[in-house]
């Protein structure tokens, strides 16, 4: 069964910072992963989505990563705002070579920017 | 942008209860999904379909059913409400992309207590 965790749990830093948040899987057989912020009480919105067969994708100050093999993610957020005070999500969706689909989600990292 | 859409947004409801929770989208996407959203437990898949005639079990479709009325609707209801189906649900779409499914799009979640 695939497990996604993610690390740390929660992050206050302060404005200006550069970041890490770091997600991994148990199963490497997946079609592609994503990440997506969530406000409290409020939808998901995607950020940023890596194919299987990619390595990173970049949007604006948002930089994530893949290393497929070794069941690991990051997103790099560069030069963080009070705005971007959120829950980050990860989430693997699973290889649907049997029909399976759908998103297996980490429990997300809290995220404060101090202004 | 409202391309996914969730009614109610709120519901209060008492054990014993039939309810439905509607997702209605506009992104002509042939995939559709139900999550829910526990504090602590990340997102669960509840159901999810591939079209209109294609309708799979997630991780935790116990107490739950689903209609895919349309390409554009799925609906989950939960015949006999009981307090620990207290969460947030998501309603989600996704398309297919060649050999990598592309990114999956949420709705803004309907809160749903079970008293």
């Known amino acids: 069964k695939q497990e996604v965790t993610q690390i740390p749990a929660a992050l206050s830093v302060p404005e200006g910072e550069n970041l890490v948040l770091n997600c991994s899987f148990t199963d490497s057989a997946i079609y592609n992963l994503q990440w997506f912020r969530q406000d409290p009480g409020k939808g998901l919105t995607s950020l940023l989505l890596?194919?299987?067969?990619?390595r990173e994708q970049t949007s604006g100050r948002l930089n994530a990563s893949l290393d497929k093999s070794s069941g690991r993610s990051t997103l790099y957020i560069a030069a963080s705002q009070p705005g971007d005070s959120a829950t980050y999500l990860c989430a693997v969706r699973r290889y649907s070579g049997g029909g399976a689909d759908g998103l297996t989600f980490g429990k997300g990292t809290h995220l404060i920017i101090q202004p | 942008d409202a391309d996914v859409t969730q009614t109610p947004r709120n519901r209060i409801t008492k054990t014993g209860k039939r309810i439905m929770l509607e997702c209605s989208q506009t992104?002509?996407?042939?995939?559709m999904y139900w999550y829910r959203q526990d504090p602590g437990l990340g997102l669960q898949l509840i159901y999810y379909s591939f079209d209109v005639k294609d309708i799979n079990k997630g991780e935790i479709s116990d107490g739950y059913s689903v209609s895919r009325q349309a390409q554009a609707k799925f609906s989950l209801s939960l015949e006999s409400a009981i307090p620990n189906q207290t969460a947030l649900y998501f309603c989600?779409?996704?398309?297919?992309?060649?050999?990598?499914?592309?990114?999956?799009?949420f709705g803004p979640g309907t809160r749903l207590t079970v008293l």
């Open positions: 992104k002509g996407h042939d995939r």
């Open positions: 890596i194919q299987s067969s990619q």
């Open positions: 989600a779409t996704s398309d297919r992309g060649g050999a990598s499914y592309n990114e999956q799009f």
